[in-house]
């Protein structure tokens, strides 16, 4: 499977029906499955064997949808979460605990930054925020012996700064600790960080995955590519009293943290991903690759026509400036930006507040990539429990919107924006 393009791995990757079974990945509703004797249960209660015996930790068609994803990124095993949050909580709260640090970029989705900076606090997880574009001895200089885990997005939301992955892979190698990265906005279509030195990699797939705004969900997706056995990780590591001693590393060599992260996780917070949505899901991710030439094409031609017209103050998207796209031709797959961009609109908060009711085409929603185009003012909404200074930290000014530029023709979606403006 691996060696077809994406497109192809987009459509027929993650389920292959047997004689007679449904050429579509069935929704399995289906909370339990049974067994036949107490041996073959308690075998797969306890790791010893493979079966999906409660919905929480496995089902069929949640499985279809976290292979799909696994094979796209080119990961060793996944795991679907409740959320996109819940996939980065997992992410981080499989390996981090009391007393742990974390280095992380500031450009970021603003619950991933509150998770690090309010509510893993609270747990005795600190942590330090560097700058994207820092110099690289600058960030170095964070890193202390307690360092587990080193975070960042691979399209920063909504600063949209795309990572410089040979820094930090660098910098995870000498600290020698795994190197999560959110890759939600880029999608798997566009980027795979475990090409470029990334050990996890996380998605909202509420976002493009979905693409149709119907459904709330996330993905983990271990590379295999870490090797736990530095005495960092004794969860990892050492024998799990809760499964009757067993070791991930011994047990399931290939993507232990996976393993550890659907057996300890999954079971004891339970943010799993239902059925429904994971066949959404799946149904979403076969025209991925489509939506994401349509989604780039219509950036690219408003973030085109916004940078000529006098009451727009700046436009960020990461296939206009030199930077961006020395990144995008060196990191990514496609030749291409995603589909969210910013603007600054002068004329202050009445002016945006006036600008976004005269739109027609795109809406006033909190979200990003689904077909339909969006705008947000990020100040006001989902960054608004920020103080100013964490705001620009994040990327973000007063007079910043957000738009996720959606697939609808392209004439219609400018004109919109043309005539609002005006
Ligand atoms: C939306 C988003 C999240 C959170 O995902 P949910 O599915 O909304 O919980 C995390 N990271 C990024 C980059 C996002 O855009």
Not at 48 to 67: C, D, I, M
Not at 68 to 89: C, D, F, P
Not at 335 to 344: E, I, K, W, Y
Request: glycine share 8%; aromatic share 10%.
């Amino acid at each position: 499977m691996s060696n077809y393009g994406k497109g192809t791995l987009c459509i027929q990757a993650g389920y292959t029906p047997k004689v007679g079974e449904p050429r579509i990945t069935p929704i399995v509703q289906s909370t339990t499955y049974k067994y036949d004797d107490i041996a073959q249960v308690n075998r797969v209660m306890t790791l010893q064997e493979f079966g999906y015996k409660y919905s929480r930790t496995g089902n069929p068609t949640v499985t279809a949808f976290e292979e799909k994803v696994r094979i796209l990124e080119g990961g060793a095993a996944a795991v679907a979460t409740a959320s996109g949050q819940a996939a980065n909580v997992l992410a981080l709260t499989n390996i981090l605990k009391e007393g742990d640090h974390a280095v992380s970029a500031t450009t970021l989705y603003g619950g991933s930054f509150s998770l690090f900076n309010n509510t893993l606090k609270k747990y005795g997880i600190e942590t330090s925020f560097f700058e994207t574009e820092q110099p690289e001895e600058e960030i170095a200089a964070l890193f202390r012996p307690n360092t587990k885990v080193l975070f960042g997005e691979t399209i920063g939301n909504p600063g949209l700064n795309i990572l410089d992955f040979d820094k930090l892979s660098r910098l995870a190698r000498r600290f020698d600790v795994p190197f999560i990265v959110d890759n939600t906005l880029a999608t798997p279509v566009l980027c795979n960080p475990f090409l470029h030195g990334a050990n996890i990699v996380t998605h909202s797939a509420s976002k493009y995955i979905d693409g149709h705004a119907t459904s709330i969900g996330g993905i983990v997706i271990d590379g295999g590519n870490y090797d736990w056995n530095n005495g960092k990780f004794p969860d990892i590591t050492e024998p799990d009293p809760t499964y009757y001693g067993a070791r991930y590393t011994e047990k399931f060599p290939k993507a232990p943290y996976l393993a550890k992260a659907r057996a300890q996780f999954l079971r004891d917070f339970g943010a799993c991903l239902s059925p429904q949505n994971a066949f959404l899901f799946t149904l979403g991710l076969e025209t991925l690759h489509l939506r994401m030439r349509a989604h780039r094409e219509n950036a690219l031609a408003l973030a085109t026509f916004l940078t000529d017209h006098p009451r727009v103050t700046f436009v960020g998207y990461p296939g206009l400036d030199a930077l961006g796209r020395e990144r995008i031709a060196k990191y990514f797959l496609k030749d291409a930006g995603s589909g969210v961009l910013t603007f600054g609109l002068s004329g202050g908060i009445e002016a945006i507040d006036l600008f976004v009711k005269k739109l027609k085409v795109a809406a006033l929603v909190v979200h990003v990539g689904d077909a339909r185009t969006s705008v947000l003012h990020p100040a006001s909404s989902t960054h608004a429990q920020l103080t100013e200074e964490q705001q620009r930290a994040s990327g973000i000014t007063p007079d910043m919107i957000r738009v996720s530029v959606g697939i609808e023709d392209t004439k219609d979606i400018v004109e919109d924006f043309e005539q609002a403006l005006q």
